[in-house]
């Protein structure tokens, strides 16, 4: 140091540079706060943090990465935005209006180049972080958290599977007793959501606290505290809590005011119902733990593969019908078959074979079940007389695909005390037992929703006749026991086409050997 001319030491060229860029970055925040008003920054700031909470807890989601592959829209390179999205968010600080526009351009390009990144939180965070900077911004968080209750409500109570095992999940792993309470907490959850979302329509400043507790509700629920999971959406229900009660407190009338506000509300209403037909993402429809989303199960000569999400990624899996696709073209190897299982009722299942070309090509069911099942190819490998691994002939037997067992039918069965087998703890189930106790028509529509069934026991029973018209896609049966039944020629016939129905045990029934012959086929 050296000293000024009144005396005083004076200060490096460094320091005096540092300071100079701590005054000018503080002038910038000050400018900044005083335009848009202490409070609207401070929420503003609050959301930035939140963001960079959520981009910090799921940070391998944003880089360039092997595994899980990248999912990109169109033919494009893997690129890592971590470190620009985190840039652009600092940029918001100082220069709210167009930090926040790069930081929304970021995030759009992000989600072309890897499809795995279209996760709601981000996108809900930062358009409650534009409510904090632009009036049409404002008008937009409304409409988009209003349709968000209203659909998580209104899907919640259109699901069979939220009825079902979703709401009894949750419940068992929150530590309760998940029998006696979940529908009570499924009805409980679907009609707050619905109400709080209505509310917010007509009465916006009464739905803040309504806003406030519920999302902080959720945060708990699914904090380590209790339930333990998904922490990639705590920040963004934080976020809601904070900012989007503010959003409600400080909307001054509930109708929409200019010609686009309306079309906004019209879009957020409405656009939801599009999930049903498969042309709006669930994550942006407020499809919410209802659990009606698709699934997708991959069959390769090594056994079976789940697609699902998580590990290090943090988030779930985007299970649209294109990206399962998309996933099974960019892991599988050519004749990998794919089973895309969809619960909604305007939606069939879809199946695919992938070709030399590493193209999904769509089979119909009976080309995806054929061949040996993929857990003989192993026995197969080492019987006597029979090529070893890695022979051409081996190499080229096809194996039959596996599908998917509904949750919705593994639970209903589960919860008649339906006794259902496995081979192993990871394999699908392969046979199921009736007892007259349990036995109930309905529950054959279920179990024609386990496509790898090969046995079922009905003896005792009161199956009729008609019942078994409900097992006509169950291909790879080739038993069924209908002793001591009232079932004659007549039901069995409903199972005639059956390619592989080998044994039919039928004492104490009016099934004649007339009958048998016309159903049964030689065995293979």
Known sequence: ?????????????????????????????????????????????????????????TWPLWQARAMPPHLPTFELPSLSFGWL???????????????????????????????????PQFFSIALLMAACVLDAGHRIARWSLVSTWVWAGLHKLLSPDWFGYASHWLVARSGLDADSTYLWFAGAVAAVELAVGVLAIFRPRWAAPACLAMHLGIALTISPLIVNWNESVLPWNLSVAVIGSWVMLTTKSWRPAAAWEKAVCAVSLLGPIGFYGGYVDHGFSGVLYSGSIPQGLITSRTGTHPIEGWGDLHVPFPKERRTIRIYFEQVAMPGDK?????????????????????????????????????????????????????????????????????????????????????????????????TAENFDPSLLEHVAHLPNLMQIQLAGTSVQDEDLSKLVDLRLLTGIGLNQTSITDRGISHLSDLPFLQHIECEGTSITAEGLDAVVKTPF
């Open 1 to 57: 140091m050296s000293d000024s001319p009144n005396g005083l030491p004076t200060p490096p060229a460094g320091d005096l540079e540092g300071d100079e860029c701590q005054r000018t970055w503080m002038d910038a925040v000050g400018r900044e706060a005083k335009r848009l008003g202490w409070q609207r920054y401070g929420l503003l700031m609050f959301g930035i943090v939140c963001q960079c909470v959520t981009l910090a807890i």
């Open 85 to 119: 999205l985190i840039a652009s968010l600092a940029w918001t600080v100082i220069r709210p209006r167009s930090g926040l526009a790069v930081h929304w351009g970021m995030l759009i390009v992000a989600a072309v180049f890897d499809q795995f990144r279209l996760q």
């Open 338 to 434: 794919l089973h895309l299982a969809d619960p909604r009722p305007w939606l069939d299942d879809a199946f695919y074979a992938l070709d030399s070309q590493g193209n999904a090509q769509a089979i119909d069911r009976d080309e995806f079940l054929a061949g040996i099942p993929v857990d003989s190819l192993e026995r197969l490998k080492t019987d006597e007389g029979v090529a070893l691994a890695g022979s051409p002939n081996l190499a080229t037997i096809e194996f039959s695909g596996v599908g998917i067992d509904s949750r919705r039918s593994l639970f209903e069965l589960q919860k008649a005390g339906v006794r259902m087998v496995r081979r192993a703890e990871d394999q699908p189930i392969f046979a199921i037992e009736f």
